[in-house]
């Protein structure tokens, strides 16, 4: 019975660990897993991610609603947008794109 309850607390603990916040930071440069540079900055009420190599917008609106940070994600070689959960976790932002049916994960690194 200890086991369960010990089990049930460190579970717990664990979710508090990784609850996003209204106060995450976004900002700086970021390297994508195809090798390009976004650059995130405070925009408004939320951040916006530009890439550096193709000028063009890869992120926009990146807000705090009902806890958790949402984004549009633009794909930039045919605009094509879908809606995503953005999660940071240290120097890593872990990004769940879903449009219909079709979903992606990507993980972009933070550059020092």
Known sequence: MEKVVLHFILCSFSCMVFAQQNSDNFEG???????????????????EGIS????????????????????LMIRPKD??????TVTIHGDVIHIHMRKGFLSK???WVRLQ
């Not at 550096?52 to 949402?70: A, D, G, P």
């Open 29 to 47: 440069k970021w390297r994508t897993e195809d090798g390009f540079t976004v650059e995130i900055v405070r925009k408004n009420n939320g951040f």
């Open 52 to 71: 550096l190599e193709r000028q063009k917008v890869v992120m926009e609106n990146l807000q705090f609603k009902e806890n958790k940070w949402t984004a």
């Open 79 to 84: 605009s094509l947008s879908a809606g995503a």
């Open 105 to 107: 994960k990507l993980k």
